[in-house]
């Protein structure tokens, strides 16, 4: 969680704005739990065709988003227990992307690629 706060004082105006939020299963890009950078490595990048991750064969990856750099979501993949992550990009218009790579546990490992 993450908090801001912001005084302003105007002749003898006090106004407070205080903003909070939260960031969920998002990593940092640092295990913890070994202190083993984790950032997916995709490659081609870029890529015209089929993208592949070489980097997050021991996290299990259960799913694959990709994003539109405004966050619209424009492709969803499953993958089964122990899949290659491979994903298929000839759909998508030339372009940057957002890819998350979803483990089982929830958490979200965000990656950047182009599209030619």
Known sequence: MCNFQNNYTK???NDTI???FAVNNITTGIDESNGVNIHPLVAPNPASDIISVLNMDNKHIKQVEVYTTDWKQVKIQALAPGEEVKVNVE????GSYI???KDAKGNAYPAKFIKR
Do not use: K, Y
């Not at 759909?91 to 030339?94: E, G, M, N, R, T």
């Open 91 to 94: 759909d998508l218009s030339a």
């Open 18 to 20: 205080q903003l909070t």
């Open 99 to 101: 890819m998350l790579l």
């Open 11 to 13: 002749a003898g105006v």
